[in-house]
């Protein structure tokens, strides 16, 4: 038996899919990005008129995606620390991945923090002109 969840202050889903879906213990995020809810803003990415990536900010959008997550867990019932893996999707990973994994340890690792397993991966692309999506599994209780 499984529950989805849509959360009413992260971006909307760029697709026919839940921001989340608890079965058990286990509550499973889709892929989350920078993007802000109820715009096409991504904090952080300057677009030109085509709406092709001109420059970004892969802080910014770190930042943005830590959030997003947050709100999603808050809001299907989890908290920040109920994390225990995450993959994470990175476009440049010899230019953002110190930034990143910088801001990672500050928001995961160490104590007080979930310290969940991870991997890293650098994809071609992602759906919207973004840097970085994080996918996450988060263990709550019954």
Known sequence: MSKSFESS???????????????????????????TRGSKEIPGVTL?????????????QCRAVFENVRLVLEDAGATWNDIVDVTV?????KKDFPIYNRLYAEHF????????????????????PIAIELKVIAAVGK
Do not use: C, Q, W
């Open 109 to 128: 690792a160490g104590p007080g923090k979930p310290n969940p397993t991870r991997t890293t991966v650098e994809v071609t692309a992602l759906p919207t």
């Open 9 to 35: 202050r992260a971006p909307e889903p760029v697709g026919a899919f839940p921001h989340a879906k608890r079965v058990g213990d286990l509550l499973f995020l889709s892929g989350i990005g920078p993007r």
């Open 89 to 93: 999707f990175l476009t440049n990973m």
């Open 48 to 60: 030109d008129a085509a709406g092709n990536i001109v420059s970004y900010d892969i802080e910014k």
